[in-house]
């Protein structure tokens, strides 16, 4: 669906390449997770997959196309949700009669339902919105579109604690085999149940690129207040049980995954976790 090949990319005030021979591929119907250290080019990539930075070399082909050359068939099938924006003072009825008609497919009756996930209708206007609640609104007319890819940049960020668990609902109702979602974000407690795949970045490079199944099939994570399995641990973090553990997955236990835990071990060893991850 999403192709990524040998892209580069600079900023014009900058002296180092941001992305130099940089490669990835996102498959269709799935829930992606971005994750990286600040400053690792996250959120550039988002909008260079979306179209809205060029690179200075290399391709992003979205169903086989350039997504450089702004196509309208390409751009009508794909939405972001920065982390920061601005909406208009006017009503939320009069933003959808604007926009709507950019989006072949989108639905007034998804809308309503993803909106109701927020405890909100359509019937509000945007000017008398805190910040939370405009987020909410935006990413319900984001889902409703119905592209085949929608990419969001931090999304929890300016959430409340409901909010937060508002969005898990939000996303999951509005999955499908004919959507891909690729979520940005630092608050991996925020997303982790909801990914079915992880992307970690660092420095230019794929750390990992894996589905969170064969994460699990492969490794397990572990809380304990014992030091028994310690020495096997492929990483191990204090928690306020004990012990957070990565180990390998000898016996096929059934773990969740731990994304902050499985993150900050890519960090500090990526070499010891690929070894198991690979076979």
């Given amino acids: ?13 900058s002296q180092k390449k941001l992305f130099d021979n940089f490669s990835l591929s996102v498959e269709k119907g799935k829930v992606y997770g971005l994750l990286g250290k600040n400053g690792v080019g996250k959120s550039t990539l988002l909008y260079l997959i979306t179209g809205l930075l060029m690179p200075k070399s290399g391709k992003v082909n979205f169903d086989n196309e350039d997504v450089s050359k702004r196509l309208p068939k390409t751009l009508r099938d794909i939405y972001i949700v920065p982390e920061e924006f601005d909406l208009p003072p006017i009503s939320f009825r009069k933003y959808i009669e604007c926009n709507k008609s950019f989006y072949p497919r989108f639905s007034e009756e998804n809308l309503e339902k993803y909106l109701h996930c927020f405890d909100l209708n359509m019937d509000v206007h945007l000017g008398a919105l805190s910040m939370g609640q405009k987020k909410k609104v935006y990413m319900s007319f984001a889902l409703a579109t119905n592209t085949s890819l929608l990419v969001m940049d931090e999304p929890t960020n300016g959430l409340d604690i ?10 999951a109702s509005g999955m499908s085999d004919e959507k891909t979602i690729i ?8 997303v982790d149940n ?7 970045m660092d420095s230019n490079k794929v750390l990992l690129n894996e589905s969170v199944s064969e994460i699990c099939q492969k490794l397990l994570f572990v809380e304990t207040s014992s030091n028994e399995s310690a020495e096997e641990a492929l990483y191990v973090s204090p928690s306020i049980q004990g012990k957070s553990m990565i180990l390998p997955n000898k016996e096929n236990e059934e773990s969740a995954i731990n994304l902050e835990l499985l993150f ?5 060893n990526t070499d010891k976790l690929k070894v198991y991850l690979q076979n």
Wanted: glycine share 2%.
């Fill in 264 to 268: 900050n071990a890519l960090l500090a």
């Fill in 194 to 200: 909801l990914l079915e795949h992880v992307i970690v």
């Fill in 1 to 13: 669906m999403l192709k990524i090949e040998n892209l580069s990319f600079v900023y014009k005030r």
């Fill in 183 to 190: 979520i940005s974000t630092h608050q991996v407690k925020d």
């Fill in 162 to 171: 409901p909010g937060k668990s508002q969005f898990r609902k939000f996303i």
